[in-house]
Structures are given as C-alpha cells and as structure tokens.
C-alpha cells in the first residue's frame, strides 16, 4: 500500500510528506531479520501521527513493537522504560516527536533509535512533492500556482496543506494568491492566539525581523524561537516565514510594530512592514525607516527611495532625506537630480550633512563643466571635513588658484587634518602632486600615480570634483608619457574607481589617450562602451567625448567628414568654462576651429586657459600643451605675433622639460618657408621625437607639411614617405589626406577650396558660383592667399598653389589675376 496518497479527498486525509521521508520509510519497511526501530520527527502539522497510523497498519501482525507518538511530552521515566524496552533485540519501536522540546533523555532515545535507521524528518515539501501528491490524488492544481503556494509557505507542510485547501481545484483566478495569503492568515493569527504571551511575542518579532533574536543570548527568546518552529510558525534557526509575516504585520498593532522597527535599527526590512507603517507620524520611526533606507542605498536604489520616503511622511528632515537621495542619484551618474536634490535644501542642512551637500554639489558644478561654482561652493563656508577641503583645494586648483592645496597641506604637515585613512592620504598624495606639478624641479608626477592608486584602494565611490586618475593620466599626458597614461586609465577602470557614475569618464579618457596613441580601434571600442551605457553624460563628458570624435576623424576621415562634424559638436565647447582638467578636450577644439574659419568660437576657451595658467605662474607641465595648441591655431589663421608668441614661450619652457624642448624644435621647423636636401635628417629625427612622446600625428603632420615646401622633389618624396610611416594616414594620397593637408600650415580649408578653383581656370564669378560666395570675396580670398604664401607675381602664385594643391594648371595663369 503507497503510503503517500490514499485518498482523493483534500484535508484532513489528504497526505503530503517529503519524498526523502517515503523513501527511508519504505528501506526501513522492507528490512528483514531486525524488529523495526524509527524515529519520525517534525513540527506541528507535519502528520507524524497519520504516518506512524499508516505504520502500524502495515505492521498489524508484527510482535514487540511499540508506537509512540508526542514523545516530547515523555517523561523521564516513561523514555526510561522505552530504552529499557529496547534492550530487548526482539523489540521494535517507532517514536514520534516534535523538534522541540527535547530533554536530555528523549535526546539520548532518538540517538539510540537512529543506530537503526535514520529519523525521518518531516514538515518541509518542496514543490515537486507537492505536484507528486497532487497529481496522485487526482487533483487539478497548476504546477504555478504550486511553487507559488510552497514560496509564500517557506514549503512548512501544514501551512502548504491550508493554502491548497484555500486554493482550490481548478483555473486559478487570483494570479497574486492575496484571497489564500488572507483566508490561511487567520488560521495562522488563531495559532499565534493559543502560543503563550511570550512565545507569540518572540515568534512576532522574529517575523518582523528583529535582529535583536539572532545570534540568540537569551535562553528564554532561545526556546521561544524553538517553540515558534515547533509549531510550524518559523523555520528553524527563528528565521521568519513570508505568510506568517504577512499575518503577523497585519495583525500587530502599528505601535508595536514601530517599537519592533526601532528595536532594530539594521538589517533587512520587509517591504509589507514599511507599507503597513506609511503615512505615521513618529520621530522614531522616522529614524529607523532611514537607517534601513540607508543600509539598503548600496544595493536596491529603489527599495532605499521607497524607505526614504517612508521616513519623510514619518516626519523625518526633509534635508536629510534629500541629501541622502541625491547621493543615490550621484552613483547612479544622474548629476542634474542629484544637485537638483541638494539645491533644495543645502541651506537648511547642518553638520555632517551640510558637508555631503556641499561635496555633491560642488562635484555636481564640476561634472556640468563649471568649476568656478565648484569651487565656490567649496568656499561656502569653514569645515572641519578634511575630505571637503581637499576637493575644495583640487577645484580651485582647475581654475588657476594654488592657495587652498597650500593651506590645506599646512594642516597636514602640523598634524591637524585628522586620522590618515586612505581616502585621506590619497587625497594627501593628490594635492602635493599638483603643488609640485607647479615647479620644474617638483616631483608631481609620482605622486599623482600614487594618488591615483591609493584612491582605488580607498573603494570611495561618492561624489568627487574629478577623479585621481584622471588628473593622474592627464599629468602623464602633459610631460608625453601617453603609454603611462593608458595603463593609469586601465587599472582605473579594472579597479573600479569611482563606482558606476565614474566609469564612463575614465572609458573617454581612455577613449582620447587610445586615438592620440594610433590605437584607433581601442578609442572605439571605449567609446561603444560608452554609447552603451545607460548613465547619462555631464556636460564635461559631452566635451570629452566630442574630442575625441574630433581627434579620431581629423586623424582618420576626410575633411568632409571633419567638418560634418564639427557643426555637429562646436557649440558644445560654449557649454563648459575653461579648467585644467579640460585642458586636452579643449586643445582639440582650439586646433580643429580654424580649419573652418571658427576660430572666434574657441578664442574664449584659450584666452581662459591662458589666464588660469597665469595665476598659476605658468607652469610648465600644464602650460607646454597650451602653446603647442596656441601656435597651431596661430598657424592656421595666419597669426604671425601668435606663432611668434607661442614659439617663445615653448623654447623658454624648453630648458626643464623634454616634451616643451621637442615642440620648440618642431614649431621652429614649421616656421620655414623652405627646406634642403640637407634638413631631411634633422626634420626625420625632431618628428620620431614628437611621436616617442605620443605625438606621432603631429611629427607626420610636420613632415608632410615640410615635405611641401622642398626645393627637391626627391627629399618631398621622401619626407612623404616618412610620415606615412609614423602614421598611415598623414602622407599625401592616405585616406586622411584632405585633414592632412588642410591643416598643415599653409592654407585653411576654404582657401584651399579657392586655390584647386583658381588652377581650373574659373574666374572670381564662377568661383563664387561654385563655392556659394559673392566674386568679390572670391577676390579677396585670392588677396589672402597672396599675402600668406608671399607670392611676388602671378607665376609665383601659381607655382606655389601647385605644389600646395598639385592640380592641373590649366588656365591658371588668367584666372589667378582676374
């Protein structure tokens, strides 16, 4: 006879025991020679007794054997005669018992039975035993429906039995199983009822979560918790069943549920628990909904929102609240929520709070690309907060004022600034190395590497002006080590630096080191990584993106293209204000402007560069990079006092510092109107120097420019030659001549538009026509051109726009005079 379903009926003969119990059950059955000896134990509801009836009917002819069911309600003396009964080797037993309570003699019995057979352990189903009992009972209950019930039961048999009774047979119409959840809940609260106050208290706060159970150090609250898994209300260990919480949190009055809350001020909080509590008034409740809100934040954002809220409708501060939101904001890199957020309340905000909604929103002005309010809101007012001075001093630092890293690192070396924690020495490390990056003889460099490294190992993802390791990889960038920069940036982003706002800044700088190293498809691929981020970009991204995107297609597109997208992105540049740490993004919009005759567009952003690196008593690690951008533009605009400017002050910073000593050379070589067979050598090496200092595109940009003004067609050759080889794309004929071209000193692209014009023989009116301008500004473009190349007759000209452009001159000579 199955000893699983022997009826077709629902409760109470409707059986569900565990396949595993079944199994030992049968094995213990059929063993031949020895008397049967089992011990069948579980919780309250689990039909130990029907099953030790089942037993005992199979067993009806079988001598020496006793059944015993509640054993935990033996005493002493009764378990006494039982082990005597067991001396007997004829003798059988089959033992029923809850889990709890056991003394030590029932204990010691058990362990004597179990020399026979394994307890079978009852009063847990998973889904599969329960599809097995129903299916062999002929009952029509879907699977779903099934390990929903077992889920919302914690598989605790009884419980399973009441919601497939209250479930019923058939299509289910109650998708969420509330009716169950309620029509078993009242069967659970009536349980609850029959408990003694204390245990029905130990077993409610356990349901509630109350961390103050767990680890247990009370003997009393101990049984309780025992008591509550001997009824079938906890699971083992006093951890909360999902329906009997739901029972219990509808059915506990709200001030006891608030003092449970508050009893517990950490761990997990039930989501029915803080619905149950909105909309009620209490400080205390306030406190405790943020302090789980604030527990969850690193985790479940949207949980901690929920619980945020909870707590503000408790009457909690709004300020408080609202701080603690725009952190969430910040890691998720919604900037704009997050100063919005801080906007709102920063002035009521005191202490410790007044310094995070400072920290986000100076941040917050950094990321938009405004780092004068950053640093304004640094300034706002004294703190103690050693990590607010320091980022206060980093931003002011971007804007050209050195004083508050001076008076920030006075605190450290007096021993005030507080405990060296490693958010704090990284900062440390940080601040001397931008101090130093001030001289020529400082060492800034390493100690913005270690900064760099000793932030990660921080694990600090909250808000910050700008990341260690940018300002690390653009002080790399500033003295030529491209190749330092990008295993700075890699580590950064292995590391996790920041946390999630922060990674798709360190992918676009990784994006702008990889295109500036010929690593094209590297620059790409960190820019599709962004693309396919779902954070959005501040508006200091947005630059740094467009500069990269600039950089890439002037390096590997053609002018069209260039220019296609420089209408796309150029007003972007009018969205930040000139810093430091934009300082790169930026030099590719003052270089790529004049292409387009746009440099009015960028002036600004240079003048703004010019005037921060003047208060900082132009630097030459940050000012090197300036002039080198300076003289191009300068160069492309036929700025003659600009280019002289530049020039001197690169051959001035030259004497401390290799990358300054190599564009100085270089920019003396982009002066000359002409070159010799005998400069080739010399104009070979100074460009393999601008590319072993991650310049390779300029040093072949120098060498095709060059190789344009040679008297000897076989050096042009073979300077052209020579910068294909530095980079593919920078040699007349490359896919990347146009850009190439355009920009290699001697004419801006609408001139060279009306130069290829004037050698096809078009007169000033057809060249307008062509070109959607007025005759009389075709003439003064060719007035320009004039001037610029120094032609001294129409033959001159002539023959300097053929080796410029190299097209046909057919009817040139008529037309260039017209």
Known sequence: MALSTRSASLPPSFQLWPQLALTQLESALSAENRPLRLAVIGPAGSDKSLLLRQIAERLTEVAHIRFVDDGHLLSDEQIHALMVHLDDPRAGLVLGCRTWPWSPALAALIRRIEQDHPALALGHLDAEDVIRAVDAAGRSVDPGCIHAIVEMTASVAWLVKQALTAHGDGYCRDPSHERVARAVGEVIALRLDTLDPESARVVRRASLGDDELTPVVDAAASDALALGHAEGLLLRGGRPVPIVRTTVTRTTPVAQLIDVLVASPVGPLDAEVATSLGGHLDSRLARALRTHADEAAPYDTTRASELYDAALAAGDDPALIAIRKARMAWHRGDVDEAA???????????????????????????????????????????????????????????????????????????????????????????????????????????????????????????????????????????????????????????????????????????????????????????????????????????????????????????????????????????????????????????????????????????????????????????????????????????????????????????????????????????????????????????????????????????????????????????????????????????????????????????????????????????????????????????????????????????????????????????????
Request: glycine share 8%.
């Open 340 to 818: 919005s957020l801080v906007d709102a309340v920063v002035r009521e905000a005191t202490g410790d709070d007044r310094d995070e909604a400072l920290r986000i929103l100076g941040s917050a002005w950094s990321a938009r690309g405004l780092l004068r309010a950053s640093a304004a809101t640094y300034r706002t007012q004294p703190t103690d907060d050693f990590v607010l001075r320091a980022q206060g001093a980093v931003s002011a630092f971007g804007i050209g004022d050195s004083g508050p890293l001076t008076d920030t690192l006075r605190l450290v070396d007096t021993g005030v600034s507080g405990i060296p924690t490693t958010l704090h020495v990284a900062y440390v490390k940080l601040m001397r190395g931008l101090l130093a990056s001030l001289t020529p003889t400082g060492n800034a460099f390493d100690d913005l590497v270690r900064a760099s490294s000793t932030y990660g190992d921080s694990n600090e993802h909250g808000p910050v002006p700008e990341l260690p390791a940018v300002v690390a990889a653009i002080g790399a960038i500033n003295i030529g080590e491209l190749d330092t920069a990008a295993n700075i940036l890699s580590d950064a982003l292995m590391e996790d630096h920041g946390g999630p706002w922060a990674r798709s800044r360190l992918l676009l700088w990784a994006a702008w080191i990889g295109v500036h190293r010929q690593h094209p498809e590297e620059s790409a691929a960190r820019l599709a990584d962004v693309d396919a981020s779902v954070l959005p970009l501040s508006s200091r991204e947005v630059l740094i993106r467009d500069s990269v995107m600039l950089a890439h297609v002037k390096r590997y597109g053609s002018l069209e293209e260039l220019r296609a997208l420089w209408e796309r992105v150029r007003d972007d540049v009018r969205h930040v204000e000139p810093d430091l740490y934009l300082l790169h993004p930026l030099r590719e919009f003052i270089e790529t402007a004049p292409l387009f005759d746009d440099g009015d567009r960028v002036m600004p952003a240079l003048d703004g560069l010019t005037t921060i690196l003047r208060g900082l008593g132009d630097p030459m690690m940050w000012s090197t990079p300036v002039l080198w951008s300076a003289f191009h533009r300068a160069l492309l605009d036929r700025d003659g006092h600009g280019q002289a400017q530049a020039a001197r002050g690169l051959s001035a910073a030259a004497r401390g510092s290799r990358l300054a000593a190599t564009m100085s050379l270089a920019v003396g070589e982009w002066s000359r109107s002409r070159i010799d067979d005998g400069d080739i050598d010399r104009i070979e090496q100074i460009a393999m120097r601008l590319a072993d200092l991650g310049l390779a595109w300029e040093g072949a940009r120098l060498a095709v420019s060059l190789s344009e003004r040679s008297r000897d067609r076989r050096a042009g050759t073979r300077l052209a030659a020579f910068a294909r080889a530095l980079h593919p794309n920078a040699a007349p004929g490359a896919s990347g001549n146009d850009v190439a071209l355009a920009d290699s000193g001697l004419l801006s692209a609408r001139e060279r538009e009306v130069a290829v014009l004037v050698l096809s023989g078009m007169t000033y009116a057809e060249i307008g026509e062509a070109i959607f301008i007025s005759p009389r500004t075709a003439e003064h473009h060719i007035a320009r051109i004039r001037r610029r190349l120094g032609a001294t007759s129409r033959t001159d000209l002539i023959d300097k726009l053929k080796s410029i452009v190299g097209a046909d001159d057919s009817g040139s000579e008529s037309s260039a005079h017209r």
